[in-house]
C-alpha cells in the first residue's frame, strides 16, 4: 500500500502539533537542543581533522611523493638501492600535466650528529630550499632563519634535537654519514635556524640540509624522492591515479600523503568513534524525548482517535499522522538546530579555544568549530531519523486502539 502525503495532510498534522504549543516546544528544543551538540563536538573534531591533515602535507609529505618501488619498506635503510635520477625532462613534463603548486626534489638520509662531545642520531631531508618552500609553510621557525639556497653550506635543526646536542643558532655542528661505497663521510656546517612541527617526535631527530650538501655527503646524484604539493588536497586522488597511469610501473611508485601519515590516520580512526558514541547518545536522548511526546499525545487524543475511526477513518490513515508529526519534529528541530548550531560555531571560532598541547605535540593550539556541508547532513538525518523512530510505537499504539474502548475513554 502505498502511503502519499498531501499537502492537507501536512497542515493537518501542523495543527495537531500547535494545539500544544508547551509539549511542541519542548520537543522542538530537544531535537534542537541534540543537533547543536552533535554540530559543535562534530566541528570540533572536523577542525582537528583539518588542521593535522594541512599540518601533516605543508610539514613532511606534500601531497604525492614519487619514489622508486619498495623504497618505504626499505630503502629507509638503504637509500642507496632506490635513488631516482636526476632526470629534469620528466619532472617538467609531471609539472606540465599536473600544474603543481611544486614538484621538489628531496634526498633522506641519516647518520649521526655532533657538537662538541655531544653526539646524536638524525634523520634528514636534503631540499632546494625555494622549491620546498610551499611544502613546508607549517615549519615553524623558532629560532634563526630557514635554508634560503642550495648553495649554502648550512643546517636546520629540529626543536627536540638541537635541544638535546645544546646547540644554538651561529653554531657549528658535524654530520657524519656513510657513503655507498660503506666508508664515512663528514662535513662541518653552521646552524641557521631551528624549526618545530606538529609533530615533536619528528622535531627531537630531524633536520635540513640543502640537497647538494646531502649529495656530496652521500657521494651521490639524483634523489630519494620527489615531492608534489597540490593546489588542494582534495586533488590528491585524481592526481595519483593520472601519475600511477603516465609513469612506467617497474621504474616508480607514487604514493598519496595519506598512506604515509599513520599518525594522523590513527588519530581520524579514533575520534571517529568518539563522535560516534556522541552521535549514539544525543540520538538516544531525542528518541527518549519524542516518544514520550508522542505517546502523551496519543493518551490524551484517545477518544479522538476512536471516534476517527468510527467514522471510517482507516487505520494506516492514523499511524501516518503521527509518523508525519514526528517527521515534522525532526526537520523543525534539525534546521533550527543547524542554524543556531552554525552562529553558536562562528562565535566559538571567533573567541577561540585554548588547548593544551595533544599527545605527540610539544605545543597547545587554539581550537575553532568548523560545521561542514557533511556534518550539516549528518545533523539533519540525525534529527529526521531519530523523531521518525521515536514515533514508531506511539504510532502503531495510536492506529491499532479498539475502537469501542477509544471511545469508552474519559466517559
Sequence with gaps: ???????????????????????????????????????????????????????????????????????????????????????PERMAQIEASLRPETLAPRMSFSGLISRGDATMPFIADGIDPAKEEPISSRIMIVEGRALEDVAEKSVVVGEGLAAGLGVKVGESVVLLATKENGTPNAVELKVVGIFATSTKDYDDYALRVPIPVARKLMAVTGSTSWVILLAATDRTEAAVKALAKALPKGDFEVVPWTALADFYNK????????????????????????????????????????????????????????????LILGIVGGVAGIVLGYLLGELISWVGIPMPAPPGMARGYIGKILITPELVVDALVLAVVTTLAASIMPAWKAGSMNIVDALRTNQ
Excluded at 42 to 68: C, D, N, P, W
Excluded at 283 to 299: A, F
Design 1 to 87: 500500500m502505498t502511503i502519499l502525503i498531501s499537502p492537507s495532510d501536512i497542515h493537518i498534522a501542523t495543527r495537531n502539533l500547535l494545539r500544544n504549543v508547551k509539549r511542541t516546544s519542548v520537543a522542538v528544543l530537544a531535537v534542537g537542543g541534540g543537533v547543536v551538540a552533535f554540530l559543535l563536538a562534530g566541528g570540533f573534531i572536523a577542525y582537528i581533522f583539518k588542521e593535522m591533515r594541512e599540518a601533516t602535507i605543508h610539514s613532511q609529505l606534500g601531497h604525492v611523493q614519487i619514489v622508486r618501488p619498495g623504497y618505504f619498506e626499505k630503502g629507509i635503510a638503504d637509500p642507496f638501492s632506490f635513488l631516482l635520477p636526476a632526470d
Design 267 to 326: 588519530t581520524v580512526v579514533l575520534f571517529s568513534k568518539q563522535v560516534s558514541v556522541v552521535k549514539f547518545i544525543i540520538g538516544l536522548i531525542i528518541i527518549l524525548t519524542i516518544s514520550n511526546t508522542q505517546m502523551m499525545t496519543v493518551l490524551e487524543r484517545t477518544t479522538e482517535i476512536g471516534t476517527s475511526m468510527a467514522i471510517g477513518l482507516k487505520r494506516w490513515v492514523i499511524v501516518k499522522f503521527f509518523l508525519l508529526e514526528g
